[in-house]
């Protein structure tokens, strides 16, 4: 049973560049979860998603981030014109009940 | 939201040393998660425990949750064991356990041959 997958691993963009990020949640996994990890610090929630609904997204910034969770394929977070400070590790979690397993990350670095 | 603060930020033990490491939350919780973060950042489940007491081979943990602490408890630690452990909790809201995680800053340990 594989776990949660996230692509890219590693993703370089330059300031004012789209950043896309992607997440499959584990089989028979109807909940996804995106956290952000700055450099030396826990995790921060950003959105919590069911299938093409938005259920809490109280931790993301209102401006350039946006997340979706189709009907079929991955869970997507997208940062539009990134800024240095949103240079950060992005983690994904997924469940179907009340443990939540994690991705392995992607690590975004902005220039 | 709810605080969660991890006592210590920081441990070093020898190879073959106990220790207990802490989590003080703010309000009540139905769910609690303790990860271990890895040193090439994969974060590992460890133990969902909103209350009582589970053991895994070397790790056990306790929640009180009238008392609102955790502890994870490891025995005979092994190099392997270092990296960062976080306690995270879902703060009591309509019932349900599911929701965001609120996660402390962690407990950084180190475990030296």
């Known amino acids: 049973n594989a776990g949660v997958m996230q692509n890219p691993r590693h993703l370089v963009r330059r300031r004012g560049q789209e950043a896309r990020l992607r997440c499959s949640p584990m089989?028979?996994?109807?909940?996804v979860y995106w956290y952000r990890q700055l450099p030396e610090e826990g995790l921060k929630f950003m959105v919590y998603?069911?299938?093409?609904?938005?259920?809490?997204e109280s931790g993301m910034p209102k401006e350039r981030f946006s997340a979706e969770f189709p009907k079929e394929g991955p869970s997507i977070l997208r940062i539009q014109q990134v800024v240095r400070g949103d240079s950060a590790a992005y983690f994904c979690a997924s469940s179907s009940r009340e443990t939540q397993y994690f991705g392995p990350g992607t690590r975004l670095l902005v220039l | 939201g709810i605080q969660v603060e991890q006592s210590p930020p920081d441990l070093i033990l020898q190879e073959g040393a106990n220790s207990t490491l802490r989590c003080n939350f703010s309000d009540s919780v139905n769910n609690l998660q303790w990860f271990h973060q890895n040193p090439w950042g994969q974060l590992i489940n460890l133990f969902y425990i909103p209350s009582g007491t589970k053991q895994n081979g070397r790790l056990s943990a306790t929640t009180v949750a009238t008392e609102r602490y955790s502890l994870l408890y490891i025995s005979s630690s092994q190099t392997t064991d270092s990296g960062v452990y976080f306690c995270a909790v879902v703060r009591v809201d309509r019932g349900s356990t599911l929701g965001r995680l609120y996660f402390g800053r962690g407990t950084q340990l180190t475990v030296w041959p």
């Open positions: 998603l069911q299938k093409e609904n938005i259920i809490d």
């Open positions: 089989k028979g996994h109807s909940h």
